[in-house]
């Protein structure tokens, strides 16, 4: 009998999965549920085709034909609702059920909403909110008073994307500086006089109180100081798609715990990308990834498992991004609460600083500003990980 | 076969997959952009462009650590000219 596997996410984990589940297998039934209507692109050229670096068409990664020239069967504007796990089926928003032999749930994350809203406010995580920037842009007269709230690689999008445009840029966020629960004070004062120096209006411990304006945006109101915007990009985290799982059965922390082989507690159900929190043998514990080379590589990985294989996902992540000129690259497991230690090198003066994070006196992560080239010897260090001194917090998945 | 490797440094944003899949022929430089390799050394000094000869087994490697860049930054092509990817 043909076994049939649906993947609830049509980014590029839930892709990645499909693609390569098709490569192995010419006969398994798979059907990949997509709650937006576009085929594959790719979020990371999102910024690149707002400055006009590529066209919206190389944006794409997948043309609409590609699903049934595979033998995919593609389904699109649909929300899974509910996963039975005894029956085994999954209950579409459409009220269709749908069995399933082996299940893998892609659903990525979705960005925090500011608790207001009204025109001239942006995100930046889908095609369409791009779509959407570049059409509050293209309406605005310069000067152009532009606002950030945030301190996040979104926010850093932002930046870089406002300043293309010839915006007059505020940017206000919570911490001291961006990525406050991780860099030091020295990593983030260094990005904040850079952002001063580039002509940025930088609102450091700025809460957000409420937005102005009756029909459009006119300004912002925060507990430090209000500024005037006619365009708002928010940018204040991501949360995994899991609030339609919680009676589900399935052991969900920061997302859904999975081990190595993107295994769930619960049998034949997989977890992949964004939305999976799983087993980092570089740091010992279940952590939520983030990357786009993580998610690829996992959607690959639970296709091999799917038919018996038994891969593992051993990846040392890295997330990487530019702030006008200035390289901020993440390496591994970056939380000071699960470091023992972390080491810094340089300073504001010096112009580029260095944050390395121990575990059991072994490298598990590091935050680089201005500081590529340390990059090759902490990847090398983290390579040299002596597993069993690790605490190791997986788990088993129980038949 | 020989094969042209290229990176658009432009594009490119260090986001590290292409070396992530095959370490032998992209590295990441000082500018946090990947440098093209043959077979882990870089002949007449780093280069985003290069002319390499490779096994069936390297091809595949390389082309999915082109399939494997977000921001499609990698350009494969064939010994004629011919673009293998981006298809």
């Known amino acids: 009998m043909t076994m049939t596997t649906i993947i609830i996410g049509g980014g590029i984990a839930g892709t990645a999965c499909a693609e390569e589940l098709r490569k192995l297998d010419p006969k398994v039934e798979i059907i990949l549920i997509s709650e937006e209507h576009h085929s594959l692109y790719s979020r990371v050229l999102l910024p690149h085709y707002l400055k006009n670096k590529v066209s919206r068409e190389r944006v794409f990664l997948k043309n609409e034909n590609w699903y049934a020239e595979n033998n995919i069967e593609w389904i699109t504007g649909e929300r899974a609702e509910k996963i039975d796990v005894k029956n085994s089926f999954v209950l579409l928003s459409n009220g269709r059920e749908l069995p399933f032999d082996k299940l893998v749930i892609a659903g990525g994350r979705t960005p925090r909403p500011l608790s207001e809203d009204c025109r001239g406010v942006a995100y930046l995580w889908t095609l369409d909110d791009a779509d959407h920037l570049l059409q509050l842009v293209s309406e605005q007269p310069r000067p152009c008073a532009a606002g950030i ?201 010096d112009g580029g600083v260095l944050q390395i994070f121990y575990k059991t006196g072994q490298v598990i992560g590091a935050t680089l500003i201005n500081k590529n080239l340390e990059r090759e010897k902490i990847v090398k260090l983290m390579k040299k990980i002596d597993r069993a001194k690790i605490t190791l917090s997986s788990f088993t998945p129980t038949a | 076969m020989k094969i042209k490797i290229k990176v658009d440094p432009d594009l490119c944003i260090g986001a590290a997959a292409c070396v992530t899949v095959a370490p032998e022929t992209f590295q990441l430089n000082n500018e946090n952009k990947a440098d093209v390799l043959d077979h882990g050394q870089a002949p007449n000094g780093p280069s985003y462009e290069r002319e390499i000869e490779v096994t069936d087994e390297e091809m595949q490697t390389i082309l999915l650590s082109a399939e494997s860049c977000p921001v499609l930054a990698v350009f494969v092509y064939d010994e004629n000219g011919k673009q293998l990817f981006p298809r």
């Open chain 1, 149 to 349: 709230y945030g301190g996040g690689l979104i926010a850093c999008e932002f930046v870089n994307i406002f300043k293309n445009f010839g915006l007059d840029i505020t940017i206000a966020f919570r911490g001291k500086h961006f990525w406050s629960r991780v860099l030091d004070v020295e990593s983030g004062e260094l990005i904040n006089q850079h952002l001063i120096k580039n002509g940025i209006k930088v609102l450091s411990q700025a809460q957000f109180v409420g937005l102005r304006g009756e029909n459009e945006i006119s300004g912002v109101d925060t507990d430090k100081q209000n500024f005037d915007c006619k365009i708002l990009g928010v940018g204040i985290g991501l949360d995994p798609d899991v609030s339609w799982l919680h009676d589900s059965g399935l052991k969900i922390g920061k997302g859904i715990s999975v081990n190595e082989k993107m295994e769930t507690n619960l049998p034949n159900i997989y977890a992949i990308g964004d939305v999976a929190e799983v087993f980092d043998v570089y740091s010992g514990r279940n952590r939520v990834m983030g990357t786009w080379t993580a998610a690829q590589a996992q959607g690959r990985i639970a296709a091999h498992n799917i038919l018996g294989e038994e891969n593992k996902f051993e990846q040392i992540t890295t997330s990487s991004m530019n702030i006008l000129g200035l390289d901020v690259i993440f390496i591994g497991d970056n939380d000071r609460e699960w470091a023992d230690e972390v080491k810094i090198e340089g300073n504001v003066v």
